[in-house]
């Protein structure tokens, strides 16, 4: 039985433009709410990263038991690429191994950090919110640039952060996670709220400019010397 019947609400054989129409449809049935059970046990990376030219898609999930951040499950799977590299498009790239490599965890995570935008995207469906419609999980877009938006300066102190506005709404902010560093881009995906986003990712932050998740996801999906053997700390 598959874990995410979602997952095939839509097929993944399709042209740039009928992806941006599925984008419009589907970011309908984002929530930008807290509907998530608390307090969390676990949280999880997720990262994907490209071999053999980009015709290999690497995705990695690493859970880390929450809040103490201490690593607990990894998975790292290899499907075949199917789509272009466009921009604003990247989770029709990305997503059919991410699928793939949740299918393989033994537990699934209370929440997904997401390496990309979620709604802080120009048509508001970014990764972290297609892969959370797809499997109802609830996802935050920990983006490490700017896609779309306005905001004001960022103070350089850690926990500092503004809000990201887009044609008058809010869709996410600006964060900096440690002094002295580029923020980071936050935004909801699904079934989180901003201000939670926010926080989430803070608080999944130690001394490193990105949070603990998607440092360690980010690890795992380039370890292709050590073919995804990397030792994380788990247990």
């Known amino acids: 039985m598959q874990r995410f019947p979602n997952s095939q609400i839509h097929s993944w054989d399709l042209t740039p433009e009928q992806a941006i129409d599925l984008q419009m449809q589907l970011r309908e049935q984002v929530r930008i709410v807290d509907d998530f059970t608390q307090p969390l046990q676990t949280v999880a990376g997720v990262d994907a990263a490209f071999e053999d030219d980009g015709a290999t898609t690497r995705a990695a999930i690493v859970t880390l038991n929450f809040p103490a951040l201490q690593p607990s499950e990894k998975t790292l799977v290899r499907r075949p690429t199917t789509f272009p590299y466009i921009p604003g498009l990247l989770s029709f790239r990305e997503i059919p191994a991410v699928l793939a490599a949740l299918e393989q965890l033994q537990h699934l995570p209370d929440m997904l950090l997401c390496d990309g935008m979620g709604i802080m995207h120009p048509r508001r469906f970014g990764i972290a919110a297609h892969l959370g419609i797809l499997t109802d999980l ?81 690890q795992l999906s380039k370890d292709k010397a050590n073919n995804g053997g990397l030792q994380l700390p788990l247990g």
């Open 138 to 218: 609830p996802t935050i877009g920990v983006g490490k640039s700017y896609l779309c938006g306005k905001h004001a300066p960022v103070p350089d102190e850690q926990g500092a952060w503004v809000p990201v506005f887009d044609k008058g709404e809010q869709i996410g902010a600006v964060v900096r996670t440690r002094a002295g560093t580029k923020p980071l881009y936050i935004s909801p995906g699904h079934r989180v709220s901003i201000p939670t986003a926010v926080d989430l990712v803070l608080r999944c932050t130690t001394k490193y400019r990105l949070p603990e998740t998607t440092r360690y996801a980010d």
